[in-house]
């Protein structure tokens, strides 16, 4: 029964390409919507990955990494003082542009790293060194900026990348690159550029509070969540382990942005546009063969045979269209990794769209299976 379940298949060409293709095409857009919806999210907090430190403490009414609320510099000996606190630095994030050489400005996501330990900085250096930034008007800037949006561009529009040794001009203030990091894309996808905390307020607008964050490491044998709840109490301000951060920035762009609507609508019409395509061809070459299901009900088929040889091909056009649609949904993924299109492909991703082409399988195959069930087996003998 299962070979002649395949050859009834198999042996219909064009439907069984129609009824693959649907689901291909529901898989790849599936895939690829919530591979980009992934990708935005993790950049959403890639500005927590980046800076390794146990606890973050900010202004209590901050919502995301990106909402820095600036607070007085004397907020940072109060959580120094706290118990359980090994050591507590600043850390200034703020935006400024940078003015090119052809006159054009580019937005900046400046960080002030602490003056004495860097902490904060990146950890992957691609050119020079981090503790490089003592030296005076010095820069660290990410190596994606440098090749694309702060490089040279020449009369004829190719690109010179910017390279350590160069100047770069951040609000008014002449600063030089000393080397190149690896950082994660931020969710504003701006230049990302790196220096030392006191050179950082020099650079950006004068106001009267400029910390915008303090980074703190727990004592040993102390959990960040239970320093942090205790910074918390004692100061007011608000304090969070980087995992406790990370929850806090995911759960602001998840209920009170419109990222989760847009995407979740492109998911339902994917979802929906292969049910509809796979269910009606399904549908199709189903009532093409009700005369040989009716000459197998006729010679002894009972409905659970043909239950099964059904699930059978619903089961297969699920598991090709699946494998065609993951693998060019691999290919775009690899086509865009150098663009600015975000990207990301975890496992969980191809579970759940494993679970929506069982759906959309499904769904065809019921719409088969009740036409087929209420058969009559003597519909082969008439003409």
Sequence with gaps: MRRIALNMLIGETGKYLGIVA????????IIEQLSMFTGILTQTYSGITSVHADIWVMDPKVKS?????????????RVRSVEGVAWA???YKGSTSARLENGDTEGISLYGLDDTTFVGGPAVMVEGKLSDLRISDSVVVDAASARDRLAHVNADGTRVPLKVGDTLELNDHR??????????RGFQSQAVVY????RALNIAPTQRKNLSYILAAAQPGKSPEEVAARIARVTGLGAYSSAQFIQKTLHYFLTETSVVINFGLSVMVAFLIGTLIAGQTFYNFTMDNLRHFGALKAMGASNRAILSMILLQAGLVGFVGYGIGTGLACLLGLATQDSMI????????????GVAVVGITGISAMLSLRKVIKLEPGIVFRG
């Design 65 to 77: 990494i990106d909402d820095s609320k600036p607070m007085v510099d004397g907020e940072l000996g």
């Design 89 to 91: 630095v600043s850390l």
């Design 22 to 29: 649907g689901v291909m095409f529901a898989s790849l857009l």
């Design 195 to 198: 220096t030392t905390y006191n």
């Design 175 to 184: 600063v030089k690159v000393v080397g190149l990091c690896q950082v994660g």
């Design 342 to 353: 975000t990207f990301t492909l975890p496992w969980y991703v191809l579970a759940a769209t």
